[in-house]
Nanobody
Framework: QVQLVESGGGLVQPGGSLRLSCAAS????????IRWYRQAPGKERELVAA???????NYADSVKGRFTISRDNVKRTVYLQMDSLKLEDTAIYYC??????WGQGTQVTVSS
């Protein structure tokens, strides 16, 4: 059973930064595509960013230029660096791997 554990969420003011982490186990990590999703209250879960085994990345239009996804294959961890945060970035952030594997999520709240 794949295990994904997110961390790094919290409360931040608009314009601030946070770095989320997703630690993975029981998975061939180096070859795995890892995705970050988020779900805001009353909204559907949406894809935020993805990183592929070769290091290629893609992003939702709403976060391009502000968020950066990266991976450390030695630490078996994927990161989501979030800069210039906006109120609308408030959501629970989840990491995901193929096979419908999800972590428990980490709350990000952007508020003044």
């Amino acid at each position: 059973q794949v295990q994904l554990v997110e961390s790094g969420g919290g409360l931040v003011q608009p314009g601030g930064s946070l770095r989320l982490s997703c630690a993975a186990s029981r998975i061939n990590f180096s070859f795995a595509t890892i995705r970050w999703y988020r779900q805001a209250p009353g909204k559907e879960r949406e894809l935020v960013a993805a990183i592929f085994s070769g290091g290629n990345t893609n992003y939702a239009d709403s976060v391009k230029g502000r968020f950066t996804i990266s991976r450390d294959n030695v630490k078996r961890t994927v990161y989501l660096q979030m800069d210039s945060l906006k109120l609308e970035d408030t959501a629970i952030y989840y990491c995901n791997t193929p096979g419908d594997n999800w972590g428990q999520g980490t709350q990000v709240t952007v508020s003044s």
